[in-house]
């Protein structure tokens, strides 16, 4: 994957985390454990990056 393409998936990662956060802040997410996965995801991508910017 380019750059641009990894850029691209972390925004869209970072949106969806915020959303789940806001859920689950306001009591409406049932599946809490979706916030963890959403976590990851942005840890695993920002770690793909750092690796493709070096």
């Not at 789940?20 to 990056?49: C, G, I, S």
Request: glycine content about 4%; aromatic content about 2%; charged content about 35%.
């Amino acid at each position: 994957m380019s750059e641009k393409d990894l850029n691209q998936e972390l925004v869209e990662a970072r949106t969806t985390l915020f959303g789940l956060r806001q859920q689950l802040k306001t009591r409406q997410l049932e599946k809490t454990n979706l916030v963890k996965k959403a976590r990851r995801d942005v840890a695993r991508l920002l770690t793909q990056l750092n690796k493709a910017g070096k």
